[in-house]
């Protein structure tokens, strides 16, 4: 049964620290979104990746967040400093093609104090 | 442009019927749509795409309606696994994969 994995599922850290999200796709899969989601905002696209290069990122705060696949097999989204207000839930997806459907992986709960 | 859905809630008897709406004020090229239940991740239920091909779930169908910029979500005969909060997601242009989601529709379906 195929599935996307992160890690960590949950982060508490403290303003100021770095903070490393990590996404294994489903093998296969070419395109990797990186979603923040909170009860304000709903489920925001921060990034996104095709066979490994950034198609968009438009959608972050490029002074603290950076997004990149190293390989194939591992996405990872960096904050850095944190703040409290990038506390939120953190998804990571992945499909074949930007425009079919998405897999959404369980999610980073991040909480930033 | 983030896409409005309608109602933001809905609360129904297991065996009604339910429609969820996802209206937007651009051009749509195909609406997606996903269920997320509490604390788990969004799960992909549907594509519709422009000129009616519909791709996903059996249980649950949808239309598309390209000129008044609409799609519609249709539960039938709802079931209690039907509840969770149900997003549409649009793309801003023809060229782009970055797919905006509504606010979502929250269902609670009730024995």
């Known amino acids: 049964d195929a599935r996307v994995t992160q890690t960590p599922r949950h982060k508490v850290t403290e303003m100021g620290q770095e903070v490393t999200m990590r996404c294994q796709p489903i093998?296969?899969?070419?395109?990797v979104f990186w979603y923040r989601q909170t009860m304000m905002q709903g489920l925001e696209l921060l990034a996104y990746?095709?066979?490994?290069?950034?198609?968009?990122d438009s959608g972050m705060p490029k002074d603290r967040f950076s997004a990149e696949m190293p390989d194939a097999t591992l996405a990872t989204l960096k904050i850095q400093p944190s703040e409290p207000r990038d506390s939120a839930v953190y998804f990571c997806?992945?499909?074949?093609?930007?425009?079919?459907?998405?897999?959404f992986g369980p999610g980073t709960r991040l909480t930033v104090l | 442009q983030q896409p409005v859905q309608s109602p933001q809630a809905v609360i129904l008897r297991e065996g009604e019927d339910a429609v969820i709406n996802c209206s937007s004020s651009?051009?749509?090229?195909?609406v997606h749509w996903y269920r997320q239940k509490h604390g788990e991740a969004p799960v992909f239920l549907m594509i519709?795409?422009?000129?009616?091909e519909q791709k996903g779930h059996e249980k649950i169908s949808a239309s598309f309606n390209e000129k008044k910029q609409q799609s519609s979500l249709y539960l039938t005969a709802s079931q209690l696994s039907y509840s969770g909060t149900y997003f549409c997601?649009?793309?801003?242009?023809?060229?782009?994969?970055?797919?905006?989601f509504g606010q979502g529709t929250t269902l609670q379906v009730k024995p």
């Open positions: 997806a992945s499909g074949i093609g930007t425009r079919n459907e998405q897999f």
């Open positions: 990746f095709r066979n490994r290069a950034p198609l968009d």
């Open positions: 519709l795409l422009k000129g009616g």
């Open positions: 093998l296969g899969h070419n395109t």
């Open positions: 651009k051009a749509l090229y195909s």
């Open positions: 997601g649009t793309y801003g242009s023809s060229n782009t994969g970055k797919l905006i």
